[in-house]
C-alpha cells in the first residue's frame, strides 16, 4: 500500500500485474446486490451463483469462477485496500476463504440469526469463525491504514495553508 500512494489506479496494477482478475462495472453495487455479494474481492463460486457472476463480469455462461475483484467504475481505495488483503490472505492460506465458510459469512451478515448458527455443524461453525475473523481483520486493515494516512495528510495540508507546523 505504501508503494500504492494511496492511489486506486496503483492498486488496480498490482492486482494485474499478480494475475488478479479485476471487474470495473458501471452500478457495481446494485448489480451484485441482487446476487447477495458486494464489491471487492470475491472468493471462487460454483453453480448458478457463479453463473450470475460470469453474466455480469463478462456477459457469458459459466458455472465455475476464479477469485476475483469486482468495483464499481469509480474506484474507491478503500475497498480496492480490504480487497488487497483478503486476496494476499487467501494467497497465504489462511482459513476462511473456502465457499462454503463464505457462503455461510455472507448469510450470517444478511441475517445474523441465532437459528442459523444452531443448524450448523462444528466443522461449518469453525469455517464460519475464520472467514469473520479474515473479514474483521481486513476491516481493522483499512482503518488502521486510513487513520495512519489521514493524519498524515492533515499535518502536511496543516503546515502547507498555515505558516508551517509549530515546533
Avoid at 4 to 23: A, D
Avoid at 141 to 150: I, M, Q
Wanted: glycine fraction near 4%; proline fraction near 2%; hydrophobic fraction near 35%.
Amino acid at each position: 500500500m505504501k508503494k500504492c500512494k494511496n492511489n486506486p489506479e496503483l492498486v488496480v496494477e498490482y492486482f494485474k500485474t499478480n494475475n488478479v482478475p479485476i471487474y470495473t462495472i458501471k452500478n457495481a453495487d446494485k448489480k451484485l446486490k441482487r446476487i447477495n455479494e458486494k464489491q471487492g474481492f470475491i472468493t471462487q463460486r460454483h453453480g448458478l451463483k457463479a453463473l450470475s457472476l460470469n453474466w455480469i463480469i463478462a456477459h457469458k455462461l459459466g458455472l465455475k469462477t476464479k477469485d476475483m475483484i469486482i468495483t464499481d467504475k469509480e474506484l474507491d481505495i478503500y475497498i480496492l485496500m480490504n480487497a488487497l488483503y483478503k486476496w494476499y490472505s487467501k494467497k497465504e492460506d489462511m482459513e476462511g476463504f473456502d465457499e462454503k465458510s463464505q457462503c455461510l459469512l455472507r448469510k450470517f451478515n444478511e441475517k445474523n440469526e441465532d437459528k442459523l448458527i444452531k443448524r450448523l455443524s462444528i466443522p461449518e461453525i469453525a469455517g464460519l469463525r475464520n472467514a469473520i475473523a479474515r473479514d474483521v481483520e481486513a476491516i481493522d486493515f483499512v482503518t488502521t491504514y486510513s487513520k495512519e494516512n489521514a493524519g498524515s495528510k492533515k499535518a502536511l495540508e496543516k503546515m502547507q495553508t498555515d505558516d508551517g507546523a509549530n515546533i
